[in-house]
């Protein structure tokens, strides 16, 4: 059983940070892409950022870019979403995905947590 386990959201102050982890397991992800999006009330899903479980390219959504950096650690099977100079329009909730191949559309993506929450006030 496939599982993606998403933590450390919460509450933080608009110019904080905070690190997002995803803790996968149920299968091997070694070829897959491993992705975080978002999603704020009455928008609709939004890809923040992806990563090759293999290594190599990342991607980015621009209102993200030098602020955000995803990563991953083999050892501990975990994704991460490390989340610096947070602003209150990045306030969601936040998902860990995984796909075959690296996409924007979440409608690639197989595999999806069940999200964590983060909210930045101004």
């Known amino acids: 059983q496939v599982q993606l386990v998403e933590s450390g959201g919460g509450l933080v102050q608009a110019g904080g940070s905070l690190r997002l982890s995803c803790a996968a397991s149920?299968?091997?992800?070694?070829?897959?892409?491993m992705a975080w999006f978002r999603q704020a009330p009455g928008k609709e899903r939004e890809f923040v950022a992806a990563?090759?479980?293999?290594?190599?390219?990342?991607l980015y959504v621009e209102s993200v870019k030098g602020r955000f950096t995803i990563s991953i650690d083999n050892a501990k099977n975990t994704v991460y979403l490390q989340m610096n100079s947070l602003k209150p329009e990045d306030t969601a909730v936040y998902y860990c995905?995984?796909?075959?191949?690296?996409?924007?559309?979440?409608?690639?993506?197989?595999?999806w947590g069940q999200g964590t929450q983060v909210i930045v006030s101004s």
């Open positions: 149920g299968r091997t992800f070694s070829s897959y892409a």
């Open positions: 995905a995984a796909a075959r191949s690296m996409s924007w559309n979440p409608r690639s993506y197989d595999y």
């Open positions: 990563v090759r479980w293999s290594g190599g390219n990342t």
